[in-house]
């Protein structure tokens, strides 16, 4: 009679390596979350030695548990937001800076002292100023220190009924908020009377 042995070991060692496997998976998926201890050990001659398993008593003069600090868990750089697209018009537009105030503003015309006609209908005051007016800003022109018409958008304004005598002429920049942002000086400009002479 042929003995079963033979046929018997193959299988037997086939369980075995099975369990080996098996054993490993579980050990290196749980072995991670369990932490090990550390042992410090100094030696006869003096040498220190890190272990994770306790040495023999007869191996070392002095055995220390060390505990160790927690582990610092790091979390992996999150990907940066895409950056907003640019339409193709965008790109061909210069970007908008801000405004930092007017470096230049005064009275272009009339100039200061100028002599008028009574009989003269208007009289073009025009501003001059750097940078240009902004969009949202407004010009507000003076006679004799009494706000003429309503501020406007534009540094050109038409000035009549002027009676005779001296009058000054002056403008402001104001915010759309109203607030002033540039003072013209003001000019002077003289109206006379048309005399007829006899």
Same mark, same amino acid.
């Given at each position: ?16 390596? !099975? ?15 369990? $932490?090990? %201890? /550390? ?7 003096? &040498?220190?030695?890190? #272990?994770? #398993?306790?040495?023999?008593?007869? %191996?070392?003069?002095?055995? &220390? ?18 950056? $907003? ?10 970007? !908008?800076? %801000?405004? #930092? ?5 005064? *009275?272009? +015309? ?6 008028? =006609? ?26 004799? @220190?009494?706000?003429? @018409? ?6 050109? *304004? ?6 005779? @005598?001296? =009058?000054?002429?002056? %403008?402001?920049?104001? +915010?759309?908020?109203?607030? /002033? ?16 002479? &006899?």
């Amino acid at each position: 009679m042929k003995s079963s042995l033979p046929l018997l070991c193959p299988l037997s060692l086939l369980s075995f390596c !099975v369990a080996i496997l098996v054993t490993l998976a579980i050990s290196s998926v749980v072995a991670p979350t369990v $932490a090990a %201890a /550390v042992y410090k050990t100094v030696d006869k001659q003096g &040498n220190i030695i890190y #272990t994770d #398993t306790p040495p023999a008593a007869t %191996a070392a003069t002095a055995v &220390n548990k060390v505990t160790l600090p927690p582990i610092n868990p790091v979390s992996s750089p999150t990907d940066p937001a895409p950056a $907003a697209a640019l339409s193709p018009e965008s790109s061909d537009v210069d970007p !908008v800076t %801000a405004f #930092t105030g007017y470096s230049f503003i005064a *009275l272009a +015309s009339p100039v200061d002292g100028t002599l008028m =006609h009574f009989n003269e209908s208007n009289l073009l005051a025009q501003l001059a100023l750097t940078p240009g007016l902004e969009a949202d800003h407004l010009v507000q022109f003076y006679v004799d @220190g009494s706000a003429y @018409g309503s501020a406007i958008p534009s540094l050109t *304004l038409s000035i009549s009924g002027l009676e005779r @005598g001296s =009058h000054r002429i002056s %403008a402001r920049v104001l +915010s759309s908020r109203g607030a /002033v942002l540039a003072i013209a000086a003001p000019v002077t400009v003289h109206v006379q009377r048309h005399f007829k002479r &006899n």
